[in-house]
């Protein structure tokens, strides 16, 4: 008797089993996935994207103004990105949980500062134009730190600036004007990168 009752225990237990897992299995609510979010662009604050916009608009200034070959309109613009620079409101930054972003930033405008400040003291278009170079780098590189995502930006690049030794810098606009040169070779150079983190959101 033993011998007819243990099949037919595992044989019930296994049919109780298929049961559950063919038919109820999907009568359990699905468990919410935890999948971790990446790093949202288009988060900042309001207070951070004005403070990254007025100093964005006098970087553009000072390479208008050396696009023009202008010392006056480049000096004055220098001027407002000290000002800028210094006001940056990097602890409006979001999403920096360990506070790399901001110190990184932090650095990137003490530098902007220092070298507006002494692009505005330079005497001559030429002396400017390579205190330029610097700020245009830490420009491009605090954007890229800050993923600033109001407009798409283009980094540029004239290979004959410098002795041909070639420099970069950022624009807001695809067309060349080229501030190292100025009318003298206004449209030298070529796109070589672009941002735009706009396209993210």
Request: with cysteine; hydrophobic share 40%; glycine share 6%.
């Amino acid at each position: 008797m033993k011998r007819v009752i243990l099949p037919v225990i595992v044989i019930v237990i296994a049919g109780v089993a298929a049961y559950f897992f063919i038919f109820k299995k999907d009568d359990k609510p699905a468990a919410p996935e935890d999948k971790q979010k990446p790093l949202a662009v288009g988060e900042h604050s309001s207070a951070f994207m004005q403070s990254f916009e007025k100093l964005l608009t006098a970087y553009i200034g000072v390479k208008e103004g050396l696009v023009a070959s202008d010392t006056a309109k480049a000096n004055a613009a220098a001027r407002k990105m000290v000002i800028a620079a210094d006001s940056l409101k990097v602890d409006e930054i979001q999403a920096d949980t360990n506070g790399i972003i901001k110190e990184t930033a932090r650095t990137y405008m003490s530098i902007l500062s220092s070298s507006a400040k002494g692009l505005a003291g330079e005497a001559t278009i030429d002396e400017k134009r390579k205190e330029f170079e610097m700020i245009a780098d830490h420009m491009w590189q605090l954007t890229r730190t800050v993923k600033y995502d109001g407009q798409k930006l283009y980094w540029q690049y004239c290979p004959m600036a410098f002795n041909d030794r070639g420099a970069y810098w950022m624009s807001n606009e695809r067309e060349i004007r080229n501030p190292y040169f100025g009318d003298k070779m206004l449209h030298c150079g070529d796109v070589k990168d672009s941002l735009d983190y706009s396209v993210q959101n």
